[in-house]
């Protein structure tokens, strides 16, 4: 987003960003402000983020279907309106289950990676 702001910049219709497929069966749609960034994440039945950790505070909202969380060496599964939250640096992991699912993950600061 740049210093100056259009009526345009501020709305982004649905389905715009930038698109990546980060893992097999793992697709991310990103759009980003100045200091923060949010990310819709569609996962295929059984996909995998495998362990990983990155100095981004992430905090997410399942949408839909069921994902397999493990922050820090704690796993639970967790479904639709379920929050996580992920200080930078701790090591994490999911999997999704036996149905596809979408999750809402904020990053703060943006991630270069997902741009």
Known sequence: MSGESTGDS???SAGQGSRHRIFPGVEILTNAGRGIMLSLVNFEPG????????????????????????????????????VWRIP??????????????????VFHPIREDYL
Not at 89 to 105: I, K, N, Q
């Open 88 to 105: 930078g640096g701790v090591v994490h992991r999911v999997r999704a289950l036996e149905e596809p699912a979408v999750a809402l993950d």
């Open 47 to 82: 996909s995998l983020v495998p362990d990983h950790s990155h100095p981004h505070e992430q905090v997410g909202m399942m949408v839909s279907g069921r994902l397999e969380f493990t922050v820090g060496g704690v796993t639970k599964t967790l479904g639709p309106g379920d």
């Open 10 to 12: 501020y709305f982004v």
